[in-house]
């Protein structure tokens, strides 16, 4: 590249006006050379670093096997292995010390560790996780912190230039550049609501839960996962957008969970068989199989065999994108539903509302169980009809199922070797038991063994 115009290029690139004869070292026209340092000096302490040690427990095949046990004499004890990880966070809030990573960061976490910019290390807390939106919020001590200041990041276009800024391969503190390569990232298949921002800056193993920021040093989104059929880096790195991280810690840190919104409608992607028989010639959409009695959606007047084509002005691709939209607006939302019917477009409204509760317990008696609520998958649930289990409502802090490290949104597929499709069978195979429940445990895209005791 021409040395004049990279000059010229940087200078447009940072709002400087250049001379038309400026010139590279040592000089540029009396001005100082184009830099991201100096927003990145305001931007950089608001970065942390996050070590984890976490314990979770392993149990080989065979020793599933009770004939083998029991022939080999080999204990019913699962081997238990200790695991670090290393990420990155966000400071978002420096008077109450509230950092935002990943959830995957920070996950079987017995300990976590935070080192800031300035060399300071400290210990930190899990204030609470979204396994679905992989976001998670942890607490540090408060006192001569930076936070970063935020975007809305409905303003990003695909374009924009865009720094990365975390922790690759536990390097330390470590800044890449590039644009935002698109927007409204799905069916990726890598958390079970999606809506990424997709990033050719360099994102790495140790990135993830680190910032990613304008030019202006403004936060626009946490960076969460690359696409890479090596382990590295190769341009398509995944970042999710800081007004929904936000959205999900204000729930995390205000009511302790996060509520998933609910409409009441059933959906299914559109087919090339049922686009020929609905005499549709796109097949982008979903239709509208089951409309719940009572529901937001029935009171919108939505019908079976309707097809949703946008939602808010958004285009509907496929049943996924019905459900991510729903699930990751906030209850008191309404969504504007554009729908053909009869080959003729219709906008209806329908507000969301707080999703259906499915049966709490667990009502056996267990008193490791304690501080633990469990339920059926519901159907709006990214799981539902993918995995066999009882999701965890709601867990005690400091309970006997939370100092075993289970959490809520958990999927539990097993207990001592059992399979558990619903409820009741868990409720019957925990129900007076008085030997530690061994159980399996499902945790966004991983699985883990689990005791209680």
């Known amino acids: 590249m021409n040395v004049r115009f990279l000059a010229v290029f940087l200078a447009a690139m940072l709002g400087i006006n250049a001379p038309a004869e400026s010139a590279l070292p040592p000089s540029a026209g009396g001005r100082e050379l184009p830099s ?24 080989n095949p065979l020793f599933a096997d009770p004939f083998f046990r ?16 290393l990420g990155s966070g966000v400071i978002v809030d420096a008077d109450r010390g509230l950092v935002l990573t990943n959830n995957h960061v920070i996950a079987n976490a017995v300990q976590i560790t935070v080192t800031l910019r300035d060399g300071r290390h400290m210990d930190a807390e899990i204030v609470g996780s979204d396994p679905e939106t992989d976001v998670a919020v942890i607490k540090i001590p408060p006192g001569n912190l930076t936070a970063v200041r935020r975007a809305d990041s409905d303003q990003l276009r695909v374009g924009d230039f865009v720094v990365a800024i975390g922790n690759p391969f536990g390097l330390g503190q470590t800044v890449t550049s590039g644009i935002v390569s698109a927007l409204s990232r799905s069916g990726l298949g890598i958390e079970g609501y999606e809506d990424f921002i997709q990033t050719d800056a360099s994102i790495n193993p140790g990135n993830s839960g680190g910032a990613l920021v304008n030019l202006r040093g403004e936060l626009v989104g946490i960076n969460t996962a690359i696409f890479s059929q090596t382990g590295g880096n190769i341009g398509i790195g995944f970042a999710i957008p800081i007004n929904l991280a936000l959205h999900i810690m204000d729930q995390i840190v205000d009511k302790g969970q996060v509520t998933r919104g609910f409409v009441g409608v059933q959906v299914q992607d559109l087919s090339p068989e049922l686009a020929e028989a609905f005499n549709i010639k796109d097949q982008a959409g979903a239709i509208v199989n089951s409309v719940f009695e009572g529901s937001p959606a029935e009171k919108a007047g939505l019908l079976p065999g309707d097809i949703i084509v946008a939602m808010n002005g958004r285009p509907v691709q496929s049943a996924g994108d019905v459900r991510n939209q729903i699930g990751l607006l906030p209850v008191g939302e309404t969504i504007d539903f554009e729908v053909l019917r009869e080959g003729k477009r219709r906008n209806l409204k ?12 667990p009502t056996a008696i267990n008193a490791r169980l304690e501080g633990l609520s469990v339920g059926d998958l519901g159907s709006d649930h990214p799981y539902y009809g993918r995995v066999k289990g009882v999701l965890v409502q709601g867990v005690q802090r400091g309970s006997p199922p939370w100092q075993s490290g289970l959490r809520q949104g958990d999927i539990i597929t097993s207990v001592n070797h059992n399979d558990v499709a619903s409820l009741d069978e868990f409720l019957k195979a925990v129900d007076r038991k008085e030997e530690p429940l061994l159980l399996r445990i499902i945790r966004g895209s991983a699985a883990a063994f689990l005791v209680i005791r």
């Open 350 to 361: 329908a507000k969301i509302i707080a999703g259906k509760e499915s049966p709490t317990g």
């Open 36 to 59: 991201l340092a100096p927003m990145l000096e305001g931007v950089t302490p608001a970065v942390v670093n996050i070590a984890t040690e976490g314990r979770v427990q392993l149990q």
């Open 70 to 85: 029991r022939f080999f004499n080999v204990p019913d004890q699962p081997i238990e292995r200790k695991t670090q990880s």
